[in-house]
């Protein structure tokens, strides 16, 4: 098992910047790939960006060039720098993370981006 705890999602103006955090714990494993996705109300859950533990990173197009993606396999800690923040990044944000074990979720983060 595999136990994930998402924190930084806050209330900010358009334009502005966050970083969230998710940090695992349990049996991560060596190889895994730590991913957030977001939701909104009546809306499916959407990929966002993914990292593995080898360090290769992928982004949705619609967060490309905006957001970015860091870990510290140290820590079992994954980032999502999401700067230039649109209304429509507003979302509850979940980390997932995949191993060989099993697929694994938080219990996610609210973004709000406001106008």
């Known amino acids: 098992q595999v136990q994930l705890v998402e924190s930084g999602g806050n209330l900010v103006q358009v334009g502005g910047s966050l970083r969230l955090s998710c940090v695992a714990s349990?049996?991560?494993?060596?190889?895994?790939?730590m991913s957030w996705y977001r939701q909104t109300p009546g809306k499916q859950r959407e990929w966002v960006a993914a990292?593995?533990?080898?360090?290769?990173?992928n982004y949705a197009d619609s967060v490309k060039g905006r957001f970015s993606a860091s870990r510290d396999n140290a820590k079992n800690t994954v980032y999502l720098q999401m700067n230039s923040l649109k209304s429509e990044d507003t979302a509850v944000y979940y980390c997932?993370?995949?191993?060989?074990?099993?697929?694994?979720w938080g219990q996610g983060t609210q973004v709000t981006v406001s106008s």
């Open positions: 997932n993370i995949r191993n060989l074990e099993g697929d694994y």
């Open positions: 349990g049996r991560v494993l060596s190889y895994n790939v």
């Open positions: 990292s593995d533990s080898g360090g290769l990173t």
